[in-house]
């Protein structure tokens, strides 16, 4: 024990001095002149920017004017290598989207490689963005979770579940044998965890969701599933069940605070208030849903009664961007419209669904999603000090309102450092381009290479 403290001791710390410190927790605190201290994977330490000079006069100091320093995004839906397919079949209706032109091409092309090169690419593009944690849902589990120790990014690997054949498994059973598979194969790996994810209710049926509510038990997994994302969904439900599918799913034990569901585009109040009182969590994607014309989820309300809700680009294949800060600004502005109320989800809570609200919903709010001595060190750095950003009256609202992906700076996951001064650390740009335009000329020989 004694000689693992002196170790730990000797670790040197890191400094960090931003003019503006965002911490998250507490609500709508900005720090001016504050440091926040780092050591190993956790932050060590926040306090005032002269005691910290002179408390850790040894450590690695980094200045970092005219920055705000903040917790990393949650991105709380995404399927990260999809980025292989991005732009490949756009302006489409979501079942035309799916079953014309993606389903097809995955058909083909996914693989093990696929998966792992898509979602390397992803988390490049993520990290550049502030992104340090993402909740992914995909085949091929072990390459995503690869693709996240490769990276450094904290990744939650959502197992895929269908009742039809992929080149992945040829039934519900199979995708489940191989969730489960995949959890034990990386059972007790720093940064990496795994989700069940029904894909959605219209493409998994009652036993198999009943099956998966029991492993979700058995083996501590949360439940990630899409959840009307659009009307159709909804309709067809009725038509098929006698019941929309939340009710459907909540008859069938889904709803509990193990579930996120994605989109929940089309709610209505008494739905709404079952998934509150169910503790339900939501992950919103706004740049998806209107891009593929799912509707305007009713966030204003949902966070109104009380459920927690984060924020998802979901895949770059319906975005097109892995822009978690550009939709941020979206999901605000969209609220602000949606419900006709000016003061809906302020630049402040916009904020905590980016960082608190994704940690939650994820179960690691006590590990990450605000600053706080104890917590791993997942921290961003905005430099807010361009003509873009300025004149500065309100460093959160800037964040929000103005200031734009390329202007993260700085990130770190487990106090490891994955860019520093817009440069990744632990990725090669050029060789993720190279790889991404490999993967384009099997994809599609004809197009055209930039």
């Known amino acids: 024990m004694k000689k693992n403290f002196l170790k730990a001791m000797m670790i040197q710390a890191t400094c960090l001095y931003p003019t503006f410190l965002i911490p998250v927790e507490p609500h709508a605190v900005v720090l001016r002149d504050h440091c926040l201290v780092m050591q190993s994977d956790k932050i060590l330490d ?23 320093l903040l917790p990393g995004f949650v991105n709380l839906h995404a399927h990260s290598a999809m980025s292989l397919l991005r732009g490949l079949a756009d302006d489409l209706a979501l079942m035309d989207w799916l079953n014309l032109h993606i389903w097809p091409a995955e058909k083909q092309h996914v693989s093990d490689e696929f998966v792992f090169d898509g979602s390397v690419y992803a988390m490049a593009e993520m990290i550049r963005g502030g992104t340090t944690t993402v909740n992914d849902m995909y085949f091929h589990h072990e390459a995503v979770a690869r693709a996240g120790l490769h990276s450094g990014m ?14 992945y498994a040829d039934n519900a059973a199979g995708y489940l044998e191989k969730a489960i598979a995949a959890k034990s194969a990386y059972a007790g790996q720093p940064g990496i965890d795994f989700r069940l994810a029904p894909h959605a209710p219209y493409t998994v049926a009652d036993d198999t969701f009943k099956k998966i509510v029991a492993l979700s038990e058995q083996h501590a997994m949360g439940i990630h599933c899409h959840i009307h994302e659009t009307l159709d969904e909804v309709n067809d439900s009725q038509k098929q069940y006698g019941m929309r599918p939340l009710q459907r799913l909540h008859h069938l034990g889904l709803l509990s605070s193990n579930l996120i569901a994605a989109h929940v585009v089309h709610a209505t109040d008494a739905e709404i208030t079952l998934m509150a009182e ?24 949902m966070q109104t009664a009380g459920i927690n809700v984060g924020i998802g680009t979901d895949g770059a294949a319906s975005n097109n961007k892995l822009d978690l800060l550009g939709d941020l600004r979206m ?4 609220a602000k419209a949606q419900s006709a109320n000016p003061t809906a989800l302020n630049a402040t809570a916009a904020l905590t669904m980016a960082t608190l609200s994704g940690a939650k919903a994820l179960g690691l709010d006590k590990q990450i999603g605000s600053l706080v001595a104890g917590k791993q060190a997942d921290v961003i750095a905005i430099d807010l000090s361009d ?6 009256y309100d460093p959160i609202s800037q964040i929000v309102y103005a200031a734009s992906r390329d202007k993260v700076s700085h990130v770190w996951v487990n106090g490891k450092a994955l860019m520093q001064n ?9 060789q993720l381009q190279d790889k991404a335009h490999w993967w384009q000329q099997r994809i599609s020989p004809s197009g055209t290479k930039n």
Request: net charge negative; proline share 5%.
């Open 422 to 430: 817009r440069v990744l650390s632990t990725l090669d740009c050029g």
């Open 387 to 392: 003509l873009e950003t300025q004149p500065l």
């Open 278 to 301: 169910q503790g339900v969590h939501v992950a919103h994607n706004p740049a998806s849903n209107l891009k593929l014309a799912s509707g305007f989820a009713r966030i204003h309300d």
């Open 154 to 167: 904290r990744t939650v690997v959502g197992c895929s579940i269908l009742e039809f054949p992929t080149g």
């Open 331 to 334: 999901a605000a502005l969209l």
């Open 46 to 68: 926040i306090l005032p920017a002269a005691d910290a000079r002179k408390q850790y006069a040894d450590a690695q100091h980094i200045e970092l004017s005219g920055h705000a």
